[in-house]
């Protein structure tokens, strides 16, 4: 029922919007001004089990006790790309996924104008993709990479998809390929679930840079940025209430006005580095990507992330290996005990209680995690591919943040996830 009710409106608006363009399309393809496409992914998915919920991103649905569904990785998508002359042009994207919070606004990937200055350097201003990783482009085009889903260890942590802001591209030839440099300056806003709450992120400055040279058949790409999280002094979103119960509790357990302080956001600055590199050769398909995230906030702990993916295409067919992981690099952080006051009982369970749900609290954000996949992509026509892949997961105790927690696991889980793709897209 939940698909009807989320996912359908926005799949029908989807359909609705493209078959409309189309006599657009027909109207100005004389002066090819507008050029439109579509892309999408009818996912089948049976995964998590009855504590921990599969979900693809942080903003999606999650997916509990080993059912099978077409929510969690289904996607459709519609592509304007507009060129007015021969300097100015842009884009504008569509994609209808079901999310912790549906809406338009949200489901607008791209909207952004684009001006080249001269044959090496061109600026945009708008809604983009977060460039950062190596399907920065084509995150939710499944047909553009082997596999089901991009891996979760690498590209779900980070829960920024689009950015608002401005940037400069230069590039050149070098060699036998093409370097590009990029420098963005941005903002961003996303909407995660954690334990059926809804909490609101917010980038309030980011800025990025990223270096890539690319050829026929390789791709290289280094890429930094500094962001901005949230309101320095602030609790971390979703907190604040259980701050402020800390703080009344402190004239018994003194300690819980230094917990409280642990859940504010007192260093916002927040470092991403990321290399990555690609080799496609028929019959090869080889790719591996490894960042590390710097942050000292103890609600969004560091971490170190990579996968390395590997497949060999015979015929219109291609099996891959795909190894991925996610490790945090602090140690995890045990809260004092409260107190055990004997002539109050009522008053120490009360206590205990508010202790082990601000444990809970850091604990659900704490991740880490190896996953070893294998699947296969056959290639059915030249735009349309069917995949069916099998993952398999351990995750450390208290540290599954990349699931939806019904209750922080205190030992390590093992979850097998299994899904089948059917991608297209229409040009």
Same mark, same amino acid.
């Given at each position: ?12 608006? =989807? ?8 006599g ?7 002066? +090819? ?24 991103? =942080?903003?999606?649905? #999650? ?9 969690p ?9 507009? %060129? ?12 209808? *996924? ?6 338009l *606004?949200n ?66 030839? =070098? ?28 980038? +309030? ?9 690319e050829?026929?058949?390789? %791709?290289? +790409?280094?890429?930094? #940025? ?37 859940? +504010? ?30 942050s ?33 690099? *602090? ?7 409260s ?10 369970? %009360?206590?205990?209680? =508010?202790?082990?749900?601000? %444990? ?46 019904r ?21």
């Amino acid at each position: 029922m939940k698909l009807f009710q989320r996912f359908v409106p926005l799949f029908l608006f =989807l359909t609705l919007l493209y078959q409309s363009s189309l006599g657009m399309a027909q109207e100005v393809s004389g002066k +090819k001004m507008f050029r439109f496409s579509s892309f999408g992914t009818l996912a089948l998915t049976r995964g998590g089990d009855d504590n921990l919920g599969f979900r693809g991103d =942080l903003d999606r649905e #999650s997916l509990f006790d080993g059912d099978w569904s077409f929510v969690p990785d289904s996607v459709l998508g519609l592509q304007m790309d507009m %060129q007015f002359g021969d300097r100015l042009g842009g884009a504008v994207q569509f994609v209808g *996924k079901d999310r912790a919070e549906d809406s338009l *606004k949200n489901s607008l990937e791209w909207a952004f104008l684009r001006y080249r200055l001269s044959p090496d350097w061109t600026i945009r201003a708008g809604r983009m993709g977060t460039d950062l990783f190596m399907l920065s482009d084509y995150r939710n085009v499944g047909f553009a990479y082997l596999w089901t889903r991009p891996p979760p260890e690498f590209y779900t942590p980070l829960a920024f998809a689009n950015r608002d802001g401005v940037d400069a591209i230069w590039s050149s030839h =070098l060699g036998k390929g093409t370097l590009r440099a990029k420098l963005a300056i941005n903002t961003s806003q996303s909407t995660i679930s954690v334990a059926d709450t809804l909490i609101d992120l917010e980038l +309030k400055m980011s800025v990025g840079a990223t270096i890539s040279w690319e050829t026929e058949h390789w %791709q290289l +790409k280094f890429s930094a #940025s500094e962001n901005e999280f949230g309101q320095e002094g602030n609790y971390f979103p979703g907190t604040a209430p259980l701050a402020d119960a800390l703080l009344q509790a402190s004239v018994i357990w003194p300690e819980a006005t230094a917990i409280s302080e642990r859940l +504010k956001i007192n260093k916002p600055k927040i470092q991403y580095y990321a290399v990555g590199a690609s080799y496609i050769a028929n019959p090869w398909h080889i790719q591996s990507e490894i960042s590390y995230f710097a942050s000292d906030m103890e609600v969004y702990p560091p971490s170190v992330n990579g996968y390395f993916s590997v497949g060999y295409q015979v015929g219109s067919v291609t099996p891959f290996i795909l190894g991925a992981f996610i490790e945090p690099r *602090k140690p995890r952080k045990v809260l004092p005990e409260s107190p055990v006051l004997t002539p109050a009982p009522i008053i120490t369970e %009360q206590l205990a209680f =508010l202790r082990q749900t601000t %444990q809970t609290v850091f604990d659900s954000t704490r991740i880490g995690q190896r996953s070893v996949s294998t699947g296969l992509r056959w290639d059915l026509r030249y735009n349309l591919a069917l995949k069916a892949q099998w993952d398999h997961s351990w995750i450390d105790g208290y540290s599954g943040g990349l699931w939806d927690i019904r209750s922080v696991p205190d030992t390590n889980q093992e979850i097998d996830t299994f899904s089948v793709n059917l991608n297209f897209v229409f040009r």
